[in-house]
């Protein structure tokens, strides 16, 4: 049975229905699921799903934006019900979608991973300047800075933000994580960032670890 509401879920993002994202979502609060689980196998599998269908041309932008749409008002009844005491909070963490892009639906599919697992997340949403994560990141004392990168004309940013904080002799306070369609772990390397992760779910993975190993762990 819990398998067949997180399908239903799942099948609403794919289907990009809002309303019955939201129902199914409503359900699945008052059968009391593991909700981590239910983000993970439903919303996040099912919005992996859409984007392949982007890449393949079967669905266009606006079934995209629809899908996220969908994802979202999911997210707004299912995360309100995690209980604090089951996400401990294991880093602070300022996310965005890097300056001169507007694609989103990646950054915010890994916030709300990161926010189930217990990061506190300040989102910056999309076409960030360069200077306002580092702004951000001082201000709320932030452990990770990820950035987003959903084209590649816009892969340059993620660099831009490294080489800012060599600059200005502040690389070493934060762990810099990037990520999105047309980055690589051989792009990773290349621009000096410490972790890169191909999905949401294995991105999480790696903040944990990251986190574990800046604090001695």
Request: proline share 3%.
């Amino acid at each position: 049975m819990d398998e067949e509401l997180i399908a239903k879920l799942r099948n609403a993002i794919i289907a990009c229905n809002r309303e019955e994202a939201i129902r199914a979502s409503q359900e699945i609060v008052e059968k009391g699921l593991d909700l981590v689980k239910v983000i993970e196998e439903g919303l996040v599998r099912g919005a992996k799903e859409v984007g392949e269908k982007f890449d393949r041309l079967e669905i266009f932008l606006p079934e995209l934006m629809m899908a996220a749409e969908a994802m979202q008002a999911a997210l707004n009844v299912l995360l309100p019900k995690i209980p604090k005491e089951k996400v401990p909070k294991k880093g602070v963490v300022v996310s965005g979608t890097v300056k001169g892009d507007i694609h989103d639906i990646g950054k915010n599919i890994l916030v709300t991973l990161l926010r189930a697992n217990g990061f506190e997340v300040y989102d910056l949403g999309v076409d960030v300047p360069t200077s306002k994560f580092i702004e951000e990141a001082e201000r709320v004392g932030a452990d990770i800075i990820t950035l987003s990168a959903l084209m590649a004309s816009t892969l340059g940013g993620q660099k831009d933000v490294i080489d800012y904080l060599k600059a200005s002799g502040k690389r070493d306070k934060f762990i810099v994580m990037v990520g999105g369609g047309p980055t690589t772990r051989e792009w990773a390397e290349e621009i000096g960032a410490d972790g890169y992760a191909e999905t949401a779910s294995e991105a999480v993975k790696v903040a944990l670890e990251l986190i574990k190993k800046k604090r001695g762990g």
